[in-house]
């Protein structure tokens, strides 16, 4: 029962997320080449009020040291030091970023919307994460 | 209600919608990455044998599965049920570049003459779609997340590492967008 009810508040969330994905348009193609042309403000007005209110959100709950619903501290994701992956790797998603005009939530987003072209994407998503898995060791982290 | 959300969204609503979601899963416990999924998918065929990378626990990720899975629906619902019959309103600027290009704008949220069986049947479509793929999968893996575990949740966090990763980003859209697409599209 507890891994039903787990389950529908997730996919509850996500159907939220997939929402507010296809009504902001940063799922769109059009949009992110706006973005990467910088001819409009409206890609950095979302994703810049979204972190300044994250910012916000992470400075009260690190100061009052906020726990979760569940009564556990909340905890963040602290990234690890090194800066070559973060560098090489960003911009590597940013080249499949602006060829299919999606980041890995709105691909999966707009094969909901309808476009089944997106199951190629995911394809070949897979298929990178596969071959990082087998070099992983072997390039500059 | 319906009709209110149907409407166009402007960025000072989208934007605190996606910092809302984030808060969400914050007070789940679980922090916002999407990409990690891709991870999460490789563990769940088994792929943890053969490569170390995937031997962990997916177990303890399926909340972000059926956070997918929502977010298929709810790509889904949003186009069937709170579609806009307005067109998108694209800047001029971009509507002109991109008809340098032989991108025609469509007024839709994806080009048409790009999002479509027969154009992947091109090799042009092939490297957009199946290429395009392959590095998004590659390179957030690679950096560690995405727009929502980097842009968002890490700049939320004032992780530096986050910061280097979104400049990443940009460099590679950068170039794919001025260089690449020249190249492509005519």
């Not at chain 1, 800066?83 to 998603?93: E, N, P, T």
Request: overall charge positive; some cysteine.
């Amino acid at each position: 029962m507890r891994a039903i009810f787990r389950a529908v508040k997730y996919t509850v969330v996500g159907i939220l997320f997939g929402i507010v994905m296809t009504k902001s348009e940063a799922v769109s193609w059009y949009r992110i080449q706006e973005m990467f042309r910088f001819q409009s403000f409206f890609m950095y007005g979302i994703i810049g009020s979204a972190v300044i209110l994250g910012i916000i959100l992470v400075a009260i709950i690190k100061e009052y040291r906020l726990k979760d619903f569940y009564g556990r501290p909340i905890k963040l994701a602290e990234k690890d030091k090194r800066w070559k992956k973060y560098l090489i790797g960003g911009s590597i998603f940013g080249i499949g970023w602006a060829l299919t005009g999606a980041c890995p939530g709105p691909i999966f987003v707009l094969l909901g919307q309808g476009y089944t072209v997106m199951v190629m994407v995911i394809a070949g998503a897979l298929a990178g994460t596969i071959v990082y898995g087998l070099l992983r060791n072997r390039l500059p982290q | 209600m319906i009709s209110l959300l149907s409407k166009p969204w402007p960025w000072y609503v989208s934007g605190p919608a996606i910092a809302g979601i984030m808060a969400v899963l914050l007070f789940f416990g679980k922090s916002f990455g999407f990409s990690n999924n891709l991870s999460n998918i490789c563990s769940m065929l088994g792929l943890g044998k053969q490569i170390s990378y995937f031997n962990f626990s997916w177990k303890k990720q399926l909340w972000n599965l059926w956070f997918l899975l929502g977010s298929i629906i709810g790509g889904y619902l949003a186009v069937h049920y709170l579609q806009s019959s307005e067109p998108l309103k694209l800047s001029s600027a971009t509507i002109a570049d991109l008809q340098k290009l032989n991108v025609p704008f469509d007024g839709q949220l994806e080009p048409g003459s790009i999002f479509n069986w027969n154009y992947l049947h091109t090799g042009k479509g092939l490297f957009i779609f199946l290429g395009g793929g392959f590095l998004i999968g590659f390179g957030t893996r690679y950096a560690g997340g995405c727009t929502s575990g980097h842009a968002i949740s890490g700049l939320s966090n004032l992780q530096l590492p986050s910061l280097i990763a979104v400049i990443g980003f940009f460099i590679g859209g950068l170039f794919t967008t001025h260089l690449l697409f020249p190249y492509i599209f005519k």
